[in-house]
């Protein structure tokens, strides 16, 4: 195999590497879809590989929905075929570490868009409820809920200075636990803005509260695992697509899964080859078996 070999591929030897693999999990933003527009062909390589027999799987690090609108989303693009079942976002896979993994037992205090508190509830948990605080409310006199276990940090566009100081408060306890959704530090936009990740409203509460966030979605290995308790999941017969070398990529590592580097997103093929050149061994971890210019390209290779 081109273990970390960065190898640019397609046609035969693409289909060579779908043929090995059972199960190809795809990461969403910058590999299917950018934003609300489907990657050209994306639907039909989705369609393609189930039409083999193979089993597909999205992990992807944006909390801002709950499963159920991702389903939607995959409709409204041309995904005719995309099961809830299928669909492992950072805020699901949240609310199934807190039931599953964690011996947790009380509120969580969420920061995060409507998609963390839906996966939460789903899952029944119990969240604190977001209230809008008074005129005369401030950080020094504002209400603490003396139930909260944990806090949950994610992708949050109504983040505030109250939020933040609460979280801290909470996080005092050394017993109350820290997560967060995912480590992504900013996102494209389109006309080539960008909007800040989860990852650096984590990063603000890591330096209040001088503790350190566990992460759940890509790079760590719960996504996978999340995924593997469901379905059963061999990592030599996965495949990870994904366009961002820090998450996508070290994810696979991570997981012993084969990965591809797709160049439809965030991450070139550029950036990968500087990591491979590094000199330091843990920069390893940054690049891909193998890289494509689209998914696109997968097509093409089933046909082969
Ligand atoms: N989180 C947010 C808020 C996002 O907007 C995005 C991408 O648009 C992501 C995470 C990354 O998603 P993915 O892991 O599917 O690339
Ligand atoms: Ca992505």
């Known amino acids: 195999t081109a273990s970390g070999g960065c190898q640019k591929i397609r046609g035969v030897q693409l289909h060579e590497l779908l043929e090995s693999k059972?199960?190809?999990?795809?990461?969403?933003?910058?590999?299917?879809?950018?934003?609300?527009?489907?990657?050209?062909?994306?639907?039909?390589?989705?369609?393609?590989?189930?039409?083999?027999?193979?089993?597909?799987?999205?992990?992807?690090?944006?909390?801002?929905?709950?499963?159920?609108?991702?389903?939607?989303?995959?409709?409204?693009?041309?995904?005719?075929?995309?099961?809830?079942?299928?669909?492992?976002?950072?805020?699901?896979?949240?609310?199934?570490?807190?039931?599953?993994?964690a011996t947790f037992s009380g509120k969580v205090f969420a920061i995060g868009c409507p998609g963390v508190h839906a996966e939460l509830r789903d899952a029944g948990i119990s969240v604190v409820e977001e209230e809008e605080d008074g005129p005369d409310v401030n950080i020094s006199n504002c209400a603490l809920d003396p139930d909260v276990r944990a806090v949950l940090v994610g992708y949050d566009e109504k983040f505030s200075f109250m939020k933040l100081a609460k979280a801290c408060c909470y996080l005092r306890d050394s017993e109350c636990l820290f997560l967060a959704t995912d480590p992504d530090p900013w996102h494209p936009l389109r006309g080539g803005r960008i909007t800040p990740g989860s990852g650096s409203l984590t990063a603000a509460l890591e330096t209040a509260s001088s503790r350190k966030a566990t992460v759940i979605g890509k790079p760590s290995r719960f996504m996978f695992e999340c995924i593997a308790s469901q379905f059963d999941l061999d990592p030599e017969s996965?495949?990870?697509?994904?366009?961002?070398?820090?998450?996508?990529?070290?994810f696979g590592v991570n997981c012993g899964l084969s990965t591809v580097l797709t160049l439809t997103g965030v991450s070139t093929f550029e950036q990968a080859q500087v990591y491979k050149d590094s000199d330091e061994p843990k920069k390893k971890d940054f690049v891909p078996d193998y890289v494509v210019e689209s998914i696109a390209d997968f097509l093409e290779a089933l046909e082969e």
């Open 22 to 101: 059972h199960n190809v999990l795809f990461d969403c933003d910058g590999v299917i879809w950018n934003g609300e527009t489907a990657v050209a062909g994306a639907p039909e390589v989705v369609r393609a590989l189930k039409q083999r027999g193979k089993r597909v799987f999205f992990v992807t690090n944006n909390c801002t929905r709950p499963r159920q609108s991702y389903v939607q989303k995959f409709a409204r693009l041309g995904f005719a075929d995309v099961d809830e079942q299928e669909i492992f976002s950072s805020a699901y896979c949240s609310a199934a570490y807190l039931r599953d993994v």
């Open 238 to 250: 996965s495949l990870m697509v994904g366009d961002r070398l820090e998450t996508d990529i070290v």
